[in-house]
T-cell receptor, first 114, second 112 residues
Framework: KAGVTQTPRYLIKTRGQQVTLSCSPISGHRSVSWYQQTPGQGLQFLFEYFSETQRNKGNFPGRFSGRQFSNSRSEMNVSTLELGDSALYLC?????????????FGPGTRLTVL | AQSVTQLDSHVSVSEGTPVLLRCNYS??????LFWYVQHPNKGLQLLLKYTSAATLVKGINGFEAEFKKSETSFHLTKPSAHMSDAAEYFC??????????FGAGTILRVKS
């Protein structure tokens, strides 16, 4: 089975722009979660989607949003980029119906905001 | 709120010697705990998970962890370190199903 894929792998944007990141889960996985990793704040949960609905949300401003499509692929969007949004954004997918099932992580998208 | 604290930001061991990475958790009920590893420029990989079955959990690559409720600890151990174990390790607690709360991470250095 192919793993979780994320595109693009690297992005450079300037302040004020917006960006869209994409995540394709493992085939059959219907839950997709997003995390932000920075040297200062570590790994933080952004949100989780299941069946095209946001099921869980972290403590991030409304500039961070996401969505999930019927094929379980997910996108996250960051509007009005700030320098502090520079980070590695990780996507994880998992099966549902099993409590605390393993989450499989993709390689991440490295976003640099100039 | 549920959280985890990794007690060491860096650990250095010699190849062939034991590894101990320490993690304490805070939870109002029986938690689900995980250890993940992140190699440079790679994604996170699950090493092992505790979900209230056996308190001693065995994982991949010879790692294991013991859940100790009395000490609120979930330390990660390996009897003999290998050079390929050099990476960053995260202790993680699951909150509300699929929301993972990560510790700050421990960078493991293995000296030859």
């Amino acid at each position: 089975k192919a793993g979780v894929t994320q595109t693009p792998r690297y992005l450079i944007k300037t302040r004020g722009q917006q960006v869209t990141l994409s995540c394709s889960p493992i085939s059959g996985h219907r839950s997709v979660s997003w995390y932000q990793q920075t040297p200062g704040q570590g790994l933080q949960f952004l949100f989780e989607y299941f069946s095209e609905t946001q099921r869980n949300k972290g403590n991030f401003p409304g500039r961070f949003s996401g969505r999930q499509f019927s094929n379980s692929r997910s996108e996250m969007n960051v509007s009005t980029l700030e320098l502090g949004d520079s980070a590695l954004y990780l996507c994880a997918s998992s099966l549902v119906g099993v409590r605390d099932n393993e989450q499989f992580f993709g390689p991440g998208t490295r976003l640099t905001v100039l | 709120a549920q959280s985890v604290t990794q007690l060491d930001s860096h650990v250095s061991v010699s190849e062939g010697t034991p590894v101990l990475l320490r993690c304490n958790y805070s939870s109002s009920y029986s938690p689900s705990l995980f250890w993940y590893v992140q190699h440079p420029n790679k994604g996170l990989q699950l090493l092992l998970k505790y979900t209230s079955a056996a308190t001693l959990v065995k994982g991949i690559n010879g790692f294991e962890a013991e859940f100790k409720k009395s000490e609120t600890s979930f330390h990660l151990t390996k009897p003999s370190a290998h050079m390929s174990d050099a990476a960053e390790y995260f202790c993680v607690v699951s909150v509300n199903g699929n929301k993972l709360v990560f510790g700050a991470g421990t960078i493991l250095r293995v000296k030859s």
